[in-house]
């Protein structure tokens, strides 16, 4: 038996339960090709730097953050996820985001490595980053940018060889 409503059917089977497909916000904009990745690199940092962010350029559509990823070499630090609330111009490595679906189209957000020219606003998240072992902050979508807003992750010590990725989707 199925059930109708406006379009949509639900499958109801032999034995009265339905079939639904449940998918994630993130899964869902990955298969729009409104989901990407900005990648940090390995590269040599100085303490108080911006290891990576990412501004959200689109006037229409809120980037939701789902995760960040960090991962350090040799030093233990202490990483701060922040929201960047005053407005900046970049000042460090331009990162361009990858769209997770083949052959999307670029993201309406700029990313920057190792970036000077911002001022840390509200932090978010405190962790400490321990050497060789990654760090994954699970946002689920929850940290939302509207235009021109900006989320940055810095770090209190140096290190030579640091990873950064920030994940996030439009909507």
């Not at 639904?20 to 940090?40: H, P």
């Not at 990313?111 to 840390?120: F, H, K, Y």
């Amino acid at each position: 038996m199925d059930i109708t409503d406006g379009g949509n059917t639900l499958k109801i089977k032999e034995d009265r339960r339905a079939t639904v497909e449940a998918k994630s916000d993130f899964q869902l904009a990955a298969e729009a090709g409104d989901a990407y990745v900005w990648t940090r690199e390995t590269a040599a940092f100085s303490a108080l730097d911006t290891l990576l962010c990412v501004r959200n350029d689109n006037s229409s559509k809120t980037l939701h953050i789902e995760k960040v990823i960090v991962e350090s070499s040799h030093t233990s630090t202490e990483i701060e996820i922040h929201r960047i609330t005053t407005a900046y111009t970049n000042a460090g490595t331009a990162v361009v985001g990858t769209n997770l679906k083949p052959g999307g189209s670029a993201a309406d957000a700029t990313g920057t490595a190792d970036e000077t020219g911002n001022t840390q606003g509200t932090v978010i998240e405190r962790r400490i980053l321990r050497a060789y072992t990654p760090l994954i902050i699970d946002f689920k979508g929850t940290v939302e940018l509207g235009n021109a807003q900006a989320i940055g992750i810095d770090s209190t010590l140096g290190d030579d060889v640091v990873y950064a990725s920030i994940w996030g989707y439009f909507k």
